[in-house]
């Protein structure tokens, strides 16, 4: 009885739609990815920038209708996250690997990616003390100018030129400023997270044990 209430209970999470969305989000990129690397341009960045359209609307739209409809749950919390740093990390290498930028311009992207390993690790670690790391405001305009960025870059030379520049050289400039807001960003995410380290390290012993026995009792 107890094992059958607790399929259907797993069944709703999974079937709700803010969460169906998300998982939507990951099986997107291997079609954006396969659109890049394996239909001629234009009409291969043009579909690719499609797919990564739909990619981000789920972003906005899972979290938003979970709060709206009071769908939120663990699973979704667990997989957004993983579900944005696949769709960013996929992106970049992709466009790496197709030559769309190459050179010194592969340095914003290799700071991005770097700091969403780094955001991860402290997230994770904040998670066991449990510690929430809330998003800047700055943070959000760092993401919607990589999202953007990353839309430009996809298209490349396929895309229009605004004036005397090129819709590759938009995403390109939009790629540096968005490696510039991550180093600042990074650095708060850092000095917050080491902050609350120290003091994790000061805390007395009995008190860590019980935090991490309540970090685990969450978690499973």
């Known amino acids: 009885m107890l094992a059958g209430r607790g399929d259907v209970e797993c069944h709703r999470m999974l079937m709700n739609l803010p969460n169906i969305l998300t998982f939507s989000r990951i099986v997107a990129i291997p079609i954006m990815v396969c659109l890049l690397l394996f239909v001629a341009d234009p009409a291969g960045s043009w579909l690719a920038l499609s797919v990564y359209t739909y990619a981000c609307i789920t972003d906005f739209f899972d979290g938003y209708l979970a709060r709206a409809w009071h769908q939120q749950s663990a699973f979704g919390r667990f997989l957004d996250p993983i579900a944005d740093k696949l769709l960013i990390a996929s992106v970049l290498l992709v466009l790496v690997g197709i030559d769309r930028f190459?050179?010194?311009?592969?340095?914003?992207?290799?700071?991005?990616?770097?700091?969403?390993?780094?955001?991860?690790?402290?997230?994770?670690?904040?998670?066991?003390?449990?510690?929430?790391?809330?998003?800047?405001?700055?943070?959000?305009?760092?993401?919607?100018?990589?999202?953007?960025?990353?839309?430009?870059?996809?298209?490349?030379?396929?895309?229009?030129?605004?004036?005397?520049?090129s819709t590759l050289e938009i995403g390109i400039y939009g790629l540096w400023i968005a490696a510039s807001l991550t180093v600042i960003t990074g650095i708060d995410y850092l000095m917050a997270g080491l902050r609350h380290i120290h003091e994790t390290d000061q805390a007395p012993a009995g008190r860590r044990r019980s935090t991490g026995s309540d970090a685990d009792t969450e978690a499973s």
């Open 102 to 165: 190459h050179g010194v311009t592969v340095l914003p992207a290799a700071v991005i990616l770097c700091r969403e390993i780094l955001v991860s690790g402290l997230r994770e670690f904040l998670a066991e003390v449990r510690v929430s790391m809330p998003v800047s405001s700055l943070a959000k305009w760092k993401t919607s100018i990589q999202m953007l960025a990353m839309g430009f870059l996809l298209v490349g030379n396929s895309g229009p030129d605004f004036g005397p520049v």
